[in-house]
């Protein structure tokens, strides 16, 4: 069989050379191939030949989907791509523009642009830094997205992660274009946008593995990976000037909880057909070795269980974490304990998970929260929310004693399945201290594994797939630098390696790549119903207020004379404590009181020239008696 299909594909690769050119020309082109073939430390790579294009049927549901795994045969001529030239090798640039997800892990989303059509690879969010007070979530500017939106064909999405679907909903809103992904990835979508009541109006496209979809000049096959959610895919996009490999996030998973491990053979069958670009993650580049399956934290499950026989187990860990709700379900089952599930984003993906089938829950083990209490503390686990220390979550609110129905207790052991995200150290750390103060057994350590590949796993991806080009993505610039040093240790010259910036515009093809451009991307505020109302400005302001507090001068003004009908009074809120602060407030106001009067006496009426005085006057005084600059807001009132 293995042979059968080795035999079509080389079947196929004469066909497409031929209606390029001629057989002529096709063997000229062998014939000099050995001055442009690229040296691999596993061998050489031939990259004369047009880069292998599958073709696509419409299915009933109106997508145009196919298998590429057994119909592994060229596109013909009349069901190209409308735009392609047949005959002839095309001169044009494949465009590859992140417009997020290159400076930070979060916020991903990428666009590939040949002649007249886009291709989106995700759309996520990223959460808000300490800095960004009152935000809500972060997603990404698609300002290009919606000047050229005559040419986006739709969404392309590789998982179910926030990071990768969460923008979706706002996005969609500007950008009401089909959505492809698979079965689990379409289920975690389909909730978030029924919350926004977007069904209705939105185009969902169901793929699975090893199917391919045919969107403009583009042609986009999944293939299946492993990763910390299930239904995970790497993309192959067959473009007209090569094809571009999009890992999305992943690792190698021989033994995973559910499904299949990664398709590591059409990985390998791809880079043989000749990539010309790989974009891999890099969340765990600079760690060596290989990432542990999954099934380990298992066995752990299952000596923590046994160890804590008489405890009522609390359990922290990501929602979206499937394989690990499973193992936590698989193990409460065999120790005779019912599970209950508490936080919102917790009980959505559950539900998501089971109905589709990703999550097999044994009959009557599962409870509601409110049940927990008619259990002995030794029959019961809770999974929840919180394992990052987030304030609202399930398990911070227990710590502060604020949740409505769990209190902790003395003899409770609480796992966190989890590793902090940079930056949630400290308050993973204060919940963990909350809870240890109440006498909790808290368990941190080796309860965890990454969801994404180390060193060792890039390394056997960019063996497979032999890349002319490596573009690293997924992480911050220190994870994008290291893959870029793995990709160099693997024989890629240092010129065909690009590390980007969002905004970047990389044009490619087989002869030449580099940064031609920049769009405009970056980061839009979500807060509350606002989205992209709240600018640096604003969060300067906030950062003032939260810092200094305010200072609110107000004073009236007679509509006819001029002169002052009232104050100023001086109100104070975040600056000082009033009634301990008499002194300082009178000074305050006697000073006020001399700038109007001089205002009024020199026939100022301008209320412009008037708040300034009362700015830089207070400003003054205050930094003089307090080394501290409050925010300053003037009010006059005509009377």
């Given at each position: 069989?293995?042979?059968?299909n080795?035999d079509d594909n080389?079947?196929?690769?004469s066909?497409?050379?031929?209606?390029?050119?001629g057989a002529?020309?096709?063997?000229?082109?062998?014939?000099n191939?050995?001055?442009r073939t690229?040296?691999?430390r596993?061998?050489?790579?031939?990259?004369q030949?047009?880069?292998?294009?599958p073709?696509?049927?419409k299915?009933?549901?109106?997508g145009?989907?196919k298998?590429s795994?057994?119909?592994?045969k060229?596109a013909k001529t009349?069901?190209?791509?409308?735009?392609?030239k047949?005959?002839?090798?095309?001169t044009?640039?494949?465009?590859?523009?992140p417009?997020?997800g290159?400076?930070?892990?979060?916020?991903?989303i990428t666009?590939?642009?040949y002649g007249d059509s886009?291709?989106v690879?995700d759309?996520?969010l990223s959460?808000?830094?300490?800095?960004?007070?009152?935000?809500d979530?972060?997603?990404?500017?698609?300002?290009?997205?919606k000047?050229?939106?005559?040419k986006?064909?739709?969404f392309?999405?590789?998982h179910?992660h926030?990071?990768?679907?969460?923008?979706?909903?706002?996005?969609?809103?500007?950008?009401?274009?089909?959505?492809?992904?698979?079965?689990l990835?379409l289920g975690?979508?389909?909730n978030?946008?029924?919350?926004?009541?977007?069904?209705?109006s939105?185009?969902?496209?169901?793929?699975?593995h090893?199917q391919?979809?045919?969107?403009g000049?583009?042609?986009v096959?999944?293939?299946?990976?492993?990763h910390?959610?299930q239904?995970a895919s790497?993309?192959?996009?067959?473009?007209?000037?090569?094809?571009v490999i999009?890992t999305?996030?992943?690792?190698?998973?021989?033994?995973?909880v559910?499904?299949?491990?990664?398709?590591?053979?059409?990985?390998?069958e791809?880079g043989k057909?000749?990539?010309?670009?790989l974009?891999c993650?890099?969340?765990?580049?600079?760690?060596?070795?290989?990432?542990?399956?999954?099934?380990?934290v298992?066995?752990v499950?299952?000596?923590l269980?046994?160890?804590y026989?008489t405890?009522?187990i609390?359990i922290?860990?990501f929602?979206s974490n499937v394989d690990?709700?499973?193992?936590?379900?698989?193990?409460?089952?065999?120790f005779?304990?019912?599970?209950a599930?508490e936080?919102?984003?917790?009980?959505?993906?559950?539900?998501?998970?089971?109905?589709?089938?990703?999550l097999?829950?044994?009959e009557n083990?599962?409870?509601?929260i409110?049940q927990v209490?008619n259990y002995?503390?030794?029959?019961?686990?809770l999974?929840t929310t919180?394992s990052?220390?987030?304030?609202?979550a399930?398990l911070?609110?227990?710590a502060?004693?604020?949740?409505k129905?769990?209190?902790?207790k003395p003899?409770?052991?609480?796992i966190f399945?989890?590793?902090?995200?940079?930056?949630?150290?400290?308050?993973?750390?204060?919940?963990?201290n909350?809870?240890?103060?109440k006498?909790?057994?808290?368990?941190?350590q080796?309860?965890?594994?990454?969801?994404?590949?180390?060193?060792?796993?890039?390394?056997?991806i960019?063996?497979l797939?032999?890349?002319?080009?490596?573009i690293?993505?997924?992480g911050?610039?220190?994870?994008?630098?290291?893959?870029a040093?793995?990709?160099q240790?693997?024989?890629i010259?240092?010129?065909?390696?690009f590390?980007?910036r969002?905004?970047?515009?990389?044009?490619?093809?087989?002869?030449?790549a580099?940064v031609?451009g920049?769009?405009a991307?970056?980061?839009?505020?979500?807060?509350g119903l606002g989205?992209?109302?709240?600018g640096?400005?604003v969060?300067r302001?906030?950062q003032?207020?939260?810092?200094d507090g305010?200072m609110?001068?107000?004073v009236?003004?007679d509509?006819?004379?001029g002169?002052?009908?009232?104050?100023?009074?001086?109100?104070?809120r975040?600056?000082v404590?009033?009634?301990e602060s008499d002194?300082?407030?009178?000074?305050?106001?006697d000073?006020?009181?001399?700038v109007?009067?001089?205002?009024?006496?020199?026939g100022?009426?301008?209320?412009g020239?008037?708040?300034?005085?009362?700015?830089?006057?207070l400003g003054?005084?205050?930094?003089?008696k307090?080394?501290?600059?409050?925010?300053?807001l003037?009010?006059?009132?005509?009377?």
């Amino acid at each position: 069989m293995k042979s059968e299909n080795n035999d079509d594909n080389k079947n196929a690769e004469s066909r497409v050379q031929v209606s390029a050119g001629g057989a002529r020309r096709t063997a000229a082109r062998q014939k000099n191939a050995g001055s442009r073939t690229r040296q691999y430390r596993g061998g050489s790579k031939n990259r004369q030949d047009k880069p292998f294009r599958p073709t696509a049927k419409k299915t009933a549901a109106g997508g145009a989907v196919k298998n590429s795994r057994n119909t592994q045969k060229p596109a013909k001529t009349g069901g190209r791509p409308s735009g392609r030239k047949t005959g002839r090798r095309t001169t044009s640039k494949l465009k590859i523009i992140p417009l997020g997800g290159l400076e930070q892990i979060g916020m991903n989303i990428t666009a590939f642009e040949y002649g007249d059509s886009i291709v989106v690879v995700d759309c996520g969010l990223s959460f808000p830094e300490d800095d960004m007070l009152g935000i809500d979530l972060v997603i990404p500017d698609v300002t290009y997205l919606k000047e050229n939106i005559s040419k986006v064909k739709g969404f392309v999405i590789t998982h179910g992660h926030e990071d990768h679907i969460g923008a979706l909903p706002y996005v969609l809103k500007e950008i009401n274009v089909p959505i492809y992904a698979t079965k689990l990835t379409l289920g975690l979508i389909r909730n978030k946008l029924k919350e926004h009541n977007l069904m209705r109006s939105t185009k969902l496209k169901e793929v699975k593995h090893g199917q391919v979809i045919n969107l403009g000049d583009f042609a986009v096959e999944f293939i299946k990976t492993n990763h910390s959610i299930q239904d995970a895919s790497a993309l192959a996009i067959y473009s007209p000037v090569g094809i571009v490999i999009h890992t999305g996030d992943f690792k190698v998973d021989y033994t995973p909880v559910f499904g299949d491990a990664i398709d590591l053979q059409r990985f390998a069958e791809i880079g043989k057909k000749g990539v010309l670009a790989l974009m891999c993650e890099s969340t765990n580049a600079e760690r060596p070795g290989f990432t542990m399956s999954e099934r380990t934290v298992g066995h752990v499950f299952d000596n923590l269980f046994n160890e804590y026989r008489t405890s009522r187990i609390i359990i922290a860990t990501f929602a979206s974490n499937v394989d690990r709700v499973q193992q936590i379900i698989n193990t409460a089952y065999r120790f005779g304990r019912k599970v209950a599930v508490e936080g919102r984003s917790m009980v959505n993906v559950i539900s998501v998970a089971s109905e589709l089938g990703y999550l097999q829950i044994p009959e009557n083990t599962l409870i509601e929260i409110d049940q927990v209490k008619n259990y002995p503390d030794d029959k019961v686990v809770l999974i929840t929310t919180g394992s990052q220390g987030e304030s609202m979550a399930a398990l911070s609110r227990m710590a502060a004693n604020i949740h409505k129905k769990i209190t902790i207790k003395p003899n409770d052991t609480i796992i966190f399945s989890s590793n902090p995200i940079p930056g949630n150290e400290k308050a993973v750390s204060k919940v963990i201290n909350e809870l240890s103060m109440k006498g909790a057994k808290v368990i941190f350590q080796d309860v965890h594994v990454s969801g994404h590949a180390c060193q060792e796993e890039i390394k056997l991806i960019y063996t497979l797939v032999h890349p002319k080009y490596a573009i690293p993505v997924h992480g911050e610039y220190k994870h994008l630098k290291a893959q870029a040093g793995i990709a160099q240790e693997l024989g890629i010259q240092k010129e065909n390696i690009f590390i980007l910036r969002s905004g970047n515009v990389l044009e490619l093809n087989e002869e030449k790549a580099g940064v031609t451009g920049q769009v405009a991307a970056g980061a839009i505020l979500v807060d509350g119903l606002g989205i992209g109302d709240v600018g640096n400005v604003v969060l300067r302001d906030r950062q003032h207020l939260a810092e200094d507090g305010i200072m609110i001068v107000v004073v009236a003004l007679d509509s006819i004379s001029g002169q002052i009908a009232s104050g100023p009074d001086l109100v104070s809120r975040g600056f000082v404590y009033v009634k301990e602060s008499d002194a300082l407030m009178d000074e305050a106001r006697d000073l006020m009181e001399n700038v109007m009067e001089g205002c009024v006496s020199r026939g100022c009426t301008d209320w412009g020239r008037i708040k300034t005085a009362i700015k830089d006057n207070l400003g003054d005084f205050i930094w003089k008696k307090t080394k501290r600059r409050p925010m300053i807001l003037p009010i006059i009132m005509e009377v």
